[in-house]
């Protein structure tokens, strides 16, 4: 998984990762998102699947930085989400 990631940053796409387990390894979930790799800006951590919604806000958040930064909204045709184990990955 790790070489796909890294076409995708390669290719300058933003990934973001949300772990979803009270038994997520902080540092994969950190890894997998693009850089900086910061908590709540690059990855997401949530104990459990109820526990997500406390996740929309700042995830979104984060999607707007992007989708402003490309300066168009037509970016947003293109989100998708990938899952992977107890990993989501979501990228553009």
Known sequence: ???ELEALRQAGIDVFSVAVSDRADE???RD???WPQLRN???FLSPAVTD???LTEPLAAQVR???RSVGK???CKSWSFNF???YLMFFR
């Open 52 to 54: 997500l919604t406390s």
């Open 73 to 75: 909204a037509e970016a």
């Open 27 to 29: 540092g994969q979930t």
């Open 84 to 86: 992977d184990a107890e």
């Open 65 to 67: 930085v992007i989708v």
């Open 1 to 3: 998984m790790m070489a």
């Open 41 to 43: 800006i690059n990855y």
């Open 32 to 34: 997998i998102s693009s």
